[in-house]
């Protein structure tokens, strides 16, 4: 399975972006997934997830600002992005439910929030 994230740059505080990722090579469909954020020297952490039924959660720190969803058709997951902070600031990697065994990482998109 391949996992290609992409849609982070720099913005300022406030500021908005749309993450999206491409999953290839996976029934999409079927598969709770999620985005996670590891900031600088600090572990992986969840930020949203989505059910294969449609149903999503996000962690507390960006309830209000970021919306997850998905596309099954175009295998794509959607994470949108508003009012950011700086404490948001870093790479954003797409997965399945970890609790399933994640797939392979990849490489992420690049986050960075500027007071």
């Not at 399975?1 to 999953?23: E, I, K």
Request: net charge positive.
């Amino acid at each position: 399975v391949q996992l290609q994230a992409s849609g982070g740059g720099s913005v300022q505080a406030g500021g908005s972006l749309r993450l999206s990722c491409h999953v290839v090579g996976a029934n999409f469909r079927i598969y709770n997934v999620a985005w996670y954020r590891q900031a600088p020297g600090e572990q992986r952490v969840l930020v949203a997830g989505i059910s294969s039924g449609g149903n999503t959660n996000v962690a507390d720190s960006v309830k209000g600002r970021f919306t997850i969803s998905r596309d099954n058709v175009r295998r794509k997951l959607y994470l949108q992005m508003n009012d950011l902070k700086p404490e948001d600031t870093g790479v954003y990697y797409c997965n399945r439910d970890l609790d399933a065994g994640p797939w392979s990482w990849g490489k992420g998109t690049l986050v960075t929030v500027s007071s």
